[in-house]
């Protein structure tokens, strides 16, 4: 078993930045890849964001791209989000999930933290 606890969310205004993070436990976190998805209201859960687990290789979704930036923190079983430039259209619940490699879906998932953009 894997538990994943998320922080950092909250409530800022648009052009405005937040850092996330996720803290792993349970498992030898630095074998695993790491992702960052959302979910906005009423809509499905989306990809934003993945660390391999060297840290050398991320991954984005278009949405993000050049606006956020995934790192971590082997030595802390640390997963970060650093969100700049945020826009309305971010807000959402975050979740981290872990996964043991590329090729697995996604197997234990944070309980998330609500990230709100203001106009």
């Known amino acids: 078993q894997v538990q994943l606890v998320e922080s950092g969310g909250g409530l800022v205004q648009a052009g405005g930045s937040l850092r996330l993070s996720c803290v792993a436990s349970?498992?030898?976190?630095?074998?695993?890849?790491m992702g960052w998805f959302r979910q906005a209201p009423g809509k499905e859960r989306e990809f934003a964001a993945a660390?391999?687990?060297?840290?050398?290789?991320?991954y984005y979704a278009d949405s993000v791209k050049g606006r956020f930036t995934i790192s971590r923190d082997n030595a802390k079983n640390t997963v970060f989000l650093q969100m700049n430039s945020l826009k309305p259209t971010d807000t959402a619940v975050y979740y981290c999930?872990?996964?043991?490699?590329?090729?697995?879906?996604?197997?234990?998932w944070g309980q998330g933290t609500q990230v709100t953009v203001s106009s």
């Open positions: 349970g498992r030898t976190f630095s074998y695993y890849r």
């Open positions: 999930a872990i996964k043991p490699n590329a090729a697995a879906v996604y197997q234990y």
């Open positions: 660390i391999n687990w060297s840290g050398l290789s991320t």
